[in-house]
């Protein structure tokens, strides 16, 4: 069984003396891991960089069997953004959440897009806002997307500003009432597009966590990875 797809490194765990264990986000093959051999030479520490884009080759005897896997690079994201701690802490908070998510080799096109278009954006000034979009798309791609399209209660569909813990849907300000502190803040970014503020991507990493830790998280019995509560506490400050 062999199979040649696009990647995303997601981390590399040393196996041996001289090996690893990468795990990949592939286009058309999921979350998929293989043997690497020589990961810790050099020329592969460069390649299997979390983060990084590769073409990847995976050959294995059976289907279920762990397998072995050859890289290529193609688009270095990782060094492009090692001198910017912001930046790589996103990089790093990305790829550890859709390791955490992601069913082991059941595709997932939906996730892959999204973080591929987040490592393309992390040279752009709207990353942060990107981030928050990468998180609201892994939700999707899960079967548990959030409806910020029409308020709940009226079905209007301006004054957006609040989302329901319960239902995951948008409330409208006028809708919110003396529920409005029960209620989740909605980043006008999410509803009007274009960058936000740095206090609305903090209320829009609030919003994607909830829905993580409820949905995601406790079904793998899991906590936020490290790098995502760094990424929070950078908006805090």
């Known amino acids: 069984m062999e199979w ?4 995303i490194v997601l981390a590399v765990r040393r196996h041996g003396e001289h090996g690893g ?5 592939t286009r058309a093959h999921g979350r998929h891991a293989g043997l690497l051999h020589g990961a810790q030479s050099k020329a592969n520490r460069a390649v299997a960089q979390p983060g990084n884009q590769v073409r990847a080759w ?7 069997q762990l397998g072995t896997l050859r890289l290529e690079v193609l688009h270095a994201h990782a060094g492009m953004v090692l001198d910017d701690p912001a930046r790589l802490t996103a990089l790093s908070s990305a ?12 595709p997932h096109p939906g ?3 999204a973080l591929s278009a987040l490592l393309g954006a992390l040279a752009a000034e709207s990353w942060p806002s990107v981030y928050v979009h990468w998180e ?6 899960l079967g548990f997307g959030l409806d910020l399209s029409a308020c709940a209660v009226t079905g209007a569909t301006e004054d957006l500003g609040f989302v329901s813990p319960k239902t995951g849907r948008a409330v409208s300000r006028s809708a919110a009432g003396p529920w409005k502190d029960r209620l989740l803040p909605l980043p006008r970014f999410l509803v009007d597009g274009g960058e936000g503020e740095a206090a609305e991507i903090r209320d829009g990493l609030s919003l ?3 829905f993580l830790d409820r949905h995601v998280l406790a079904a793998h019995h899991a906590v936020m ?7 929070v506490d950078r908006f805090r400050a």
């Open 4 to 7: 040649d797809d696009e990647a």
């Open 21 to 25: 264990i990468a795990s990949l986000l």
């Open 58 to 64: 995976w050959k294995g005897r059976l289907a279920e």
């Open 95 to 106: 790829c550890a959440l859709a390791e955490l998510a992601l069913p082991e080799r059941q």
């Open 111 to 113: 996730a892959y897009a």
């Open 136 to 141: 609201l798309a892994l939700l999707r791609d």
């Open 208 to 210: 994607s966590g909830y």
């Open 225 to 231: 990875p490290a790098a995502r509560i760094r990424l």
